[in-house]
């Protein structure tokens, strides 16, 4: 999916087009909304030009996911589940992870959804040599049972990366912070926010929206962390703890109401 389909005025304008076209509106009417249009894919364009590009071991990766015939896979059993190209990262994602993981000086990363792993291979070309990337996906077992056992370890975390089963994403979250999976100075970085402009729009493109709605209140009440959505592809979060972001807050760990 082009990352401007994400966006439901786009999705409205190209239906205007379609309308516009089967009522023959005037012609001026036409061009605006055709520019309109351009626009949209002008700008995803022009900042994807400005990124640089992925290394040769990541733009295999994205090329080789895309080139799959993953609906035969499905069909056959060699996936457990519908695959969507969508879930996968891209590169101005990617180097936005791996900017966050660089700045980070990060040790130990996690990705909670791994799928082909475009975002943990963006976060190992990050790392030290002695780095370790952790990634947990659906085949493993549920992401749950396996935090917790990272958990019991007392396993930390410079960078999480949080792109699953979005009904997921309110446990993972609790079980972040509850457990102290997110090591000082951490930073968790959540995928698909926005959710296809569900989040704002009150449409319901997907049927896992309110999930996410329900995910991102959960975010915005929690007094105890730094938090900026950035409009990036499908919406990314960028979380922290207060105390890792502001100097004037002293380190304490506050009580969350959380929504249920």
Not at 27 to 53: A, G, M, V
Not at 57 to 73: E, V
Not at 140 to 156: F, Y
Request: with cysteine; proline share 4%.
């Amino acid at each position: 999916m082009q990352d401007y389909m994400y966006d439901p005025a786009y999705r409205h304008l190209l239906k205007a087009k379609e309308i516009a076209q089967k009522e023959n509106v005037i012609p001026e009417l036409q061009t605006e909304i055709n520019r309109s249009i351009e626009l949209f894919q002008q700008k995803i364009n022009y900042c994807d030009d400005q990124t640089i590009p992925p290394s040769p071991a990541l733009h295999s990766l994205i090329t080789d996911t895309l080139a799959y015939p993953w609906s035969d896979a499905y069909k056959e059993g060699r996936v457990s589940y519908s695959v969507d190209t969508a879930m996968l990262s891209g590169n101005s994602e990617a180097q936005l992870i791996k900017s966050i993981t660089s700045a980070s000086k990060a040790r130990m990363v996690l990705e909670i959804g791994l799928f082909t792993g475009c975002a943990s291979l963006a976060m190992a070309e990050a790392l030290p040599a002695e780095g370790k990337v952790v990634a947990l996906e659906l085949d493993q077992g549920p992401a749950i049972e396996s935090l917790e056992k990272l958990a019991e370890k007392k396993t930390k975390f410079d960078v999480i990366f949080m792109d699953a089963n979005k009904e997921g994403y309110v446990p993972y979250y609790k079980m972040i912070f509850e457990k102290d999976l997110l090591a000082s100075g951490g930073t968790l970085i959540v995928d698909n926010v926005l959710k296809n402009g569900d989040t704002y729009s009150g449409e319901h493109s997907d049927s896992k929206s309110w999930a996410i709605t329900n995910f991102n209140e959960l975010v915005l009440q929690d007094n105890r962390v730094h938090k900026v959505m950035l409009p990036l592809r499908d919406g990314v979060y960028i979380i922290r703890r207060k105390e890792d972001t502001d100097a004037s807050v002293p380190e304490k760990k506050g009580d969350l109401n959380y929504i249920k």
